[in-house]
């Protein structure tokens, strides 16, 4: 790694998300950036993987997943033994610094609103047990019935975000 280089470009090479990100103007657009982003292998609220199907394992299947969190998992920011309450004030430090790093301003603050937002999100998550659950996980769905279960995503810009062809996913 030429790391005197990559102390050089900082940020830089991540102004294009940035710009995805800041462009995000409502639900069809927050869908999109989160397909497209899921696609790239970027972690966001709603994780894209394909796999063998777990009920048929000739073919291949498209599975959504709980995700977005930058801690381990929903226990992270909803426990309430201090060990977990220690794990998130080291977290929002992570991540002050992190947008200290990129030259943010108001970064206390900030990190304070992304620690509540990924509480927010880790609160609708299944616990993990849950999440290993091989029966409760699969739920396949087409986009139809993913628009019944969930109407506020916007499923199809999400879907045609990830670039996989349209049918049903897990």
Known sequence: IDEKTVEARGVTPLAPLF????????????ATYIGRAAGRGITVPVALY?????RNSSYYVAYADQD???MPNRD?????????????TKY????????????????????ARILELETKIATAQWTPVEDR????????????????????????????????PAGDFV
């Open 19 to 30: 710009a995805e990100i800041a462009a995000i103007d409502g639900p069809a657009a927050l």
């Open 92 to 111: 929002v430090a992570y991540l002050s610094k992190l947008l200290t790093l990129a030259g943010e301003k108001d970064t206390d603050a900030r990190a």
């Open 76 to 88: 992270y920011y909803l426990k309430t033994e201090a060990e977990y309450a220690g794990f998130r």
């Open 133 to 164: 659950d091989p029966v409760k996980t699969y739920n396949k769905n087409s986009l139809a019935s993913a628009a019944e279960l969930a109407p506020e995503f916007d499923w199809t810009a999400w879907f045609a975000a990830t670039g996989l």
């Open 68 to 70: 977005g969190l930058g």
């Open 50 to 54: 394909v796999y063998p199907d777990a």
